[in-house]
């Protein structure tokens, strides 16, 4: 894990607690907000290179037992990309799918047949398009690499 992503974590903990503590009035509120964040965050947690939308999550954490309705996974989702905790990932599949922020970078397949979507690296493909950029006088800040692949078969 990198050293800000685990910072953004901890920060968000803490950010639980000072909530927990300080906002006594609203605390039951505040309580189901802190449920949510962390039910999550656990979940994302155990599903490491999972590409979810906030649906999957609604309904991974249905099937736990755990009843976060879909507003919240969207507003705590969002909140995560705010915090640098996740990524949001627009596939053109009808709707954002998230991810924890990865400590390596990949790039992503995504097969129009079933959705599914597949993680890739590729060194060389990183070094051409670095060296595409410089040869245009850039230098690449950040990059997206998409694939939109069906089965040979
Ligand atoms: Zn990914």
Partial sequence: MS????????????????????????????LKVTDARRSILRLLETHPHSHLSAYNVHQQLFEKKKSVGIAT??????QF??????VRHNFETGHSLYELAPDVHH??????????????????????QQQMAADKGYKIIDHNLILFVEPID
């Fill in 81 to 86: 990309v705010e915090a640098g905790i996740c």
């Fill in 73 to 78: 996974v969207y507003r705590v989702l969002n």
């Fill in 107 to 128: 790039d992503h397949m995504v097969c129009l047949s079933t959705g599914a979507v597949i993680e890739f690296e590729d060194k060389l493909i990183e070094q051409r």
């Fill in 3 to 30: 050293f800000n992503k685990l910072l953004a974590i901890l920060i968000l903990h803490y950010m639980i607690l000072i909530n927990m503590d300080k906002n006594k009035e609203i605390r039951s509120a505040g």
